[in-house]
């Protein structure tokens, strides 16, 4: 029962995810209107903005990947990434582009919240498995009944 759980809180987080990437992110003035950052731009250029918030996407991907080999690595890139992923709502200013421009952050939009809802999602799935990892004898229960 709780395979599927995890299988079906895997695939929910994974379409959370690549829905996210085709949503604004973040808004930078008063009108949501008028957004930056669709998810799919702050997944390629993410990593020249200097912000650790961005890390959380390979600590995710590295997560998924471990999540039916090495249950507990999985669980701690997780975490990881959790962790990172909420620190963008302590954050004030992002760069906005490559010459170094920053704005301030005035709204988070719906693909933050879907990206944030998919590795928490990723985080309940991998510790839903950890009772499989463990190995029990199996029982088998007609025995103690035909006595």
């Excluded at 590795?119 to 009772?131: D, E, M, T």
Aim: aromatic share 16%; glycine share 4%.
């Amino acid at each position: 029962m709780l395979k599927y759980c995890n299988e079906i809180a895997t695939y929910i987080a994974l379409a959370l995810f690549i829905a996210s990437l085709a949503m604004p992110t973040f808004g930078v003035h008063e009108d949501a209107e008028n957004s930056w950052g669709m998810g799919w731009v702050n997944l390629t250029v993410g990593i020249f903005s200097r912000n650790p918030t961005w890390w959380a996407n390979p600590f995710i991907i590295a997560s998924w990947f471990y999540l039916f080999k090495k249950n507990r690595i999985s669980i701690a890139l997780s975490i990881v990434a959790c962790l990172l992923a909420l620190s963008l709502l302590w954050v004030t200013e992002l760069m906005i582009s490559t010459s170094g421009e920053t704005a301030n952050i005035k709204t988070y939009l719906v693909g933050y919240w879907f990206w944030l809802c998919s590795i928490v999602i990723s985080l309940i799935g991998s510790i839903l498995l950890i009772p499989q990892s463990k190995k029990y004898p199996e029982v088998d229960y007609r025995s103690y009944n035909e006595r």
